[in-house]
């Protein structure tokens, strides 16, 4: 589902003033988006042990398959 962006009216006067949706221009930068640096060091040795593990069963299913011919 999508968000539905409200607008609200003002009257001034006999007018009605329509404010527009607010966006971020990206003009104002905190200090602290910069220097985000994320340590994902744990996944990629989380993912070496899952490929090195799924290799090994791999070979050993592939050795048991000559061996119950």
């Keep these: 589902m999508s968000k539905k962006n409200k607008r609200q009216t003002r009257r001034a006067g006999s007018t009605v003033v329509e404010s527009a949706p607010l ?10 988006d910069r220097d ?3 340590d ?12 090195l593990l799924a290799g090994t069963f ?12």
């Design 23 to 32: 966006t971020n221009s990206g003009s104002t930068s905190r200090g602290g």
């Design 36 to 38: 985000f640096k994320p």
């Design 40 to 51: 994902y060091s744990y996944v990629m040795k989380d993912l070496k042990r899952i490929g």
């Design 58 to 69: 791999f070979a050993i299913l592939i050795a048991l398959s000559f061996f119950l011919k």
